[in-house]
């Protein structure tokens, strides 16, 4: 059974920073090596978007919007993702969904529950 469990959500001042992190784990991740990692999120009443992927080779996609703010990584030994997010404006405040996904026949993603971040403005 595959879970990824997302932790380091909260509230947060307007300016301040979090990291979020992300462990994936599960029998598939041991016959196939985890592709990408990354982070989406998801505002009240709008869709979820993504905010920043990384593959396993390191590179990395970000959204406009969080360029210069957030940094990905990821640990490819221990299946694991962080989300450094610094300088946190009002419109960063949305559930913060973790993504892992595998390339077999075909792409198979995978979710974490997600982590609630609210600016406090």
């Known amino acids: 059974q595959v879970q990824l469990v997302e932790s380091g959500g909260g509230l947060v001042q307007p300016g301040g920073s979090l990291r979020l992190s992300c462990a994936a784990s599960?029998?598939?991740?041991?016959?196939?090596?985890?592709?990408?990692m990354g982070w989406y999120r998801q505002a009240p009443g709008k869709q979820r978007d993504l905010v920043a992927t990384?593959?396993?080779?390191?590179?990395?996609v970000y959204t406009d919007s969080v360029k210069g703010r957030f940094t990905i990584s990821r640990d490819n030994a221990k299946n694991t993702v962080a989300l450094q997010m610094n300088s946190l404006r009002p419109e960063d405040t949305a559930v913060y969904y973790c993504?892992?996904?595998?390339?077999?026949?075909?792409?198979?993603?995978?979710w974490g529950q997600g982590t609630q971040v609210t600016d406090t403005s």
């Open positions: 990384i593959t396993r080779g390191g590179s990395t």
């Open positions: 599960g029998s598939i991740f041991k016959i196939y090596d985890i592709y990408g």
């Open positions: 993504n892992a996904y595998v390339l077999a026949s075909n792409k198979y993603d995978y």
